[in-house]
C-alpha cells in the first residue's frame, strides 16, 4: 500500500511538533467518506515497546480482517528502535515511522484503519489514529482501552450493556464517546481519525466486538501480534 508522506520525522521540538499538529487540525474531516455498509475490510494497527541495552525498541502489527467474516486476510509487521522520546500529547511522532513502514507491505488494502489509540480524543484533537489518517488517505478510527483526560474533563461511565456509550464533551465540544464493550467490562474509548463521523466510527466498532475481548478484534488481533513480535526480536537480540 503506498503511503502519502505528508512530512518527515526530522522534528526534535515540541514547538515543531505542535506546528505540525496545528496545521493539520484545520483539515480534519469529521464526516464519512464511505458508506460503512460497503466495507469490506478493516486493518487493527498496534505497537508494542522495549528496553534493550539502553535503547527503546518497537514492534509494529497491521492486521487485516473482513469485516463480514473476520476472517484474517493479511498480517504485516514491522521491527526498530525508536529514536523519538515520548512526550506527553505528541505520540504519533514517536510510533508513525514504524506504523508507515508496515503499512507499506500491505497488499490487502483496507476500507478502514483501526488504531489501537486516540483520534480526535486528544489535548489537541491530533492524537496518533488523527495524525495518521493523513498519510494513509483512508477513513481511520481511533479506539483507546484507557481514558485520556482533557482539559481536565472526566467521562460520565455508560451503562452495562453492550453497546451502551456516553460522549466526551470537552469545552462544548464532543471529543468521542466512552463505550461499553463488553458486560460489566470497563469502557473502551472511541473517537474519529479522519474522515469518518463519530457515529460511523462507534458503529464500525461495534460491530467489531465479541465475548472474547473488550477490544475490538482487529486491534485485538493485532495487540496479541505485538506480543508475540516483542518476544521473538527480544530474545533474538539477546541471543
Not at 483496507?110 to 491530533?126: E, Q
Request: hydrophobic residues 40%.
Amino acid at each position: 500500500m503506498k503511503v502519502n508522506y505528508i512530512h518527515d520525522f526530522t522534528q526534535t521540538t515540541e514547538e515543531e511538533f505542535l506546528k505540525i499538529q496545528n496545521e493539520l487540525k484545520e483539515k480534519v474531516v469529521l464526516s464519512s467518506k464511505l458508506d460503512i455498509d460497503k466495507i469490506k475490510t478493516v486493518a487493527g494497527v498496534d505497537i508494542a515497546y522495549w528496553e534493550c541495552e539502553d535503547k527503546s525498541y518497537g514492534a509494529c502489527s497491521i492486521v487485516i480482517i473482513d469485516y463480514i467474516t473476520k476472517e484474517v486476510l493479511e498480517r504485516v509487521e514491522a521491527f526498530g528502535e525508536i529514536k523519538v522520546p515520548y512526550v506527553a500529547g505528541f505520540l504519533a511522532f514517536r510510533e508513525l515511522p514504524l506504523i508507515l513502514e508496515a503499512v507499506e507491505k500491505i497488499t490487502v488494502e483496507p476500507d478502514v484503519f483501526m488504531f489501537d489509540g486516540n483520534g480526535y480524543l486528544h489535548y489537541n484533537n491530533m492524537g496518533v489514529a488523527t495524525h495518521a489518517s493523513f498519510f494513509l488517505d483512508k477513513p481511520v478510527i481511533g479506539v483507546a482501552k484507557t481514558y485520556l483526560r482533557v482539559n481536565g474533563v472526566d467521562f460520565t461511565m455508560p451503562g452495562e450493556d453492550i453497546g451502551n456509550y456516553t460522549d466526551i464533551v470537552v469545552d462544548g465540544k464532543v471529543l468521542g464517546r466512552a463505550v461499553r464493550s463488553g458486560k460489566k467490562a470497563k469502557p473502551i474509548f472511541v473517537s474519529c481519525g479522519n474522515n469518518i463521523s463519530l457515529e460511523d466510527s462507534y458503529e464500525v466498532t461495534v460491530r467489531l466486538l465479541n465475548k472474547e475481548s473488550r477490544i475490538p478484534i482487529p486491534t485485538r488481533i493485532a495487540d496479541l501480534e505485538t506480543h508475540k513480535l516483542r518476544k521473538k526480536y527480544n530474545e533474538l537480540q539477546n541471543e
